[in-house]
């Protein structure tokens, strides 16, 4: 097992979830992609992208399962990053079947690709507010199937999981955005200025 490089990962997810944790202490994690934030995703995907091209992707048998994990985040995490995120998705799919990766993180990265392409997720993992002001999976590809998708992974049923998000987001300082069609058509700029769509 490569220690060097696992501990590297877990230093990168820790920079990550310390950023996200002090950002939402204070609200200013939910006022659209904070630059702070945006700062160790960038550093953190561009360090990832020179592992990969070093050693290959880190599975759990070249970094353990924790910098395995950890590394599967900062994948997660590189919204800004198509062309890694989607180049990825690819190397990952193939070692759920060796068990170097697990299915939920894989179906967790495709469907925040897909949603971020504007096409129907296949897992509903991807949530976000709606005309409502609930938060809300992101649309799906087919509503029968999703269910019986999300049991294969070990994932509760979709309105189970939607009803959970709600109340935990209750918890939370995030609050629906006050213009939803503004917040919409933000993100939808962001997406085209970052080659998604």
């Avoid at 997660?76 to 193939?94: D, E, G, M, V």
């Avoid at 894989?106 to 709606?130: C, H």
């Avoid at 509760?156 to 300082?173: D, S």
């Amino acid at each position: 097992m490569n220690t060097v490089l696992a501990s590297e990962l877990l230093a990168m997810e820790k920079a990550d979830l310390d950023m996200r944790e002090k950002l939402a202490a204070d609200g200013s994690l939910f006022e659209g992609y904070h630059p702070q934030m945006k700062a160790v995703h960038d550093k953190n995907a561009i360090r990832l992208s020179e592992i990969i091209k070093k050693y290959g992707w880190p599975g759990k048998s070249m970094v353990g399962e924790e910098a395995a994990y950890a590394a599967w985040l900062v994948l997660q995490h590189a919204i800004a990053h198509p062309t890694l995120q989607r180049h990825c998705l690819t190397l990952l799919k193939p070692l759920v079947l060796t068990g170097e990766v697990g299915a939920l993180e894989v179906a967790m990265l495709e469907d925040r690709i897909r949603s971020f392409e504007d096409k129907p997720q296949l897992y509903g993992t991807q949530f976000d507010w709606n005309e409502e002001g609930e938060m809300s999976p992101l649309p799906i590809d087919d509503p029968l199937l999703v269910d019986e998708r999300r049991r294969q992974l070990g994932l509760r049923p979709l309105a189970e999981e939607t009803k959970q998000r709600r109340q935990y987001i209750q918890t939370t300082p995030e609050r629906p955005p006050k213009d939803l069609k503004s917040y919409k058509q933000e993100r939808k700029n962001w997406l085209i200025a970052n080659g998604w769509q």
